[in-house]
């Protein structure tokens, strides 16, 4: 598991929670020029889980039974992939009319519209993980997993190649529409380690 229970580990969370709530607010920014629209967006609430306490971790947070699930791969300096979830409602059909969908919106509406509101998060978001860590992060063109689906069958049942994930629980306020919104950041343990040099790095030089 990422996190220890010791105090520099705690410092060590406490540094990553800094970098990801700065990244969530590029994240916000680069939806907001979008939509041309204010966004605000909740402060994240980060659970680290690895594959041996997925179902405990997940199953204590009461999260919905379905998501519309998309993934976006990054490689550079750190690899792995986010994994975007976005709630199911009625409220999404009103988000499309703030992105500029005009009329009935169909399912392939609503397919271009959660890969263009997922290359939008998990791009600013990996791209102010970027900036943070001052690191080169490419990455790749989102894709839909799944319209219908559970965390545990995609983390699980998926082959997706992680041994620890970061789950961040994001709420963003978008012209009134209360779109609530996961971020899922998956990487090996090996990549994770990484991260955690990276941190030290920073920790070191305050």
């Known amino acids: 598991m990422f996190i220890e229970d010791d105090d520099h580990d705690s410092e060590r969370q406490q540094a990553i929670q800094t970098v990801l709530d700065s990244s969530m607010g590029y994240a916000a920014e680069s939806l907001a020029k979008v939509i041309d629209s204010q966004v605000e967006v909740t402060t994240p609430k980060t659970h680290w889980v690895n594959s041996n306490n997925l179902h405990a971790t997940l199953s204590s947070l009461n999260l ?58 998990s791009g600013a978001c990996i791209s102010g993980l970027s900036h943070k860590l001052d690191i080169n992060l490419n990455f ?20 997706l190649h992680w041994t620890d994930a970061l789950f961040m629980d994001i709420g963003y306020m978008v012209n009134n529409i209360d779109m609530k919104t996961h971020l899922i950041l998956c990487m090996t343990e090996e990549d994770s380690h990484e991260l955690y040099r990276l941190i030290d790095l920073q920790l070191e030089q305050q």
């Open 64 to 121: 919905p039974n379905r998501y519309i699930i998309m993934r976006q791969s990054f490689r550079g300096h750190l690899r792995g992939e986010i994994i975007i979830l976005l709630e199911h409602g009625s409220k999404h059909y009103r988000l499309g009319e703030v992105m500029g969908y005009e009329g009935e919106m169909t399912s392939l509406n609503v397919q271009e519209l959660t890969l263009e509101l997922a290359n939008v998060l």
């Open 140 to 159: 790749g063109s989102p894709s839909l997993l799944s319209e219908q689906a559970s965390v545990d069958e995609i983390l699980v049942k998926k082959g």
